[in-house]
């Protein structure tokens, strides 16, 4: 089910969201959608990265020659 989400913008931002949706054949309502979504996206990537990164420190790998050395 689809929800509706109200934001306020500040005109340049508004115009410039309209200028690049435009650029891309997109409604506003589409760009937006897309920029959460990759946002998102990026959010759990970050969150992961930060999770192996904490689990290859705890067995001693820091540096990709570190990695080399074990798949090599």
Known sequence: M???LTISLPPDLRRDLSRSAKKQH??????????VRRRLALDRFHG????AM???QAQGIYTD????KIVS
């Open 2 to 4: 689809r929800a509706t």
């Open 26 to 35: 997109m409604s506003a309502s589409e760009f937006v959608r897309d920029a």
């Open 54 to 56: 904490a689990q290859a």
């Open 48 to 51: 992961l990265r930060e999770r």
């Open 65 to 68: 020659e570190d990695v080399f």
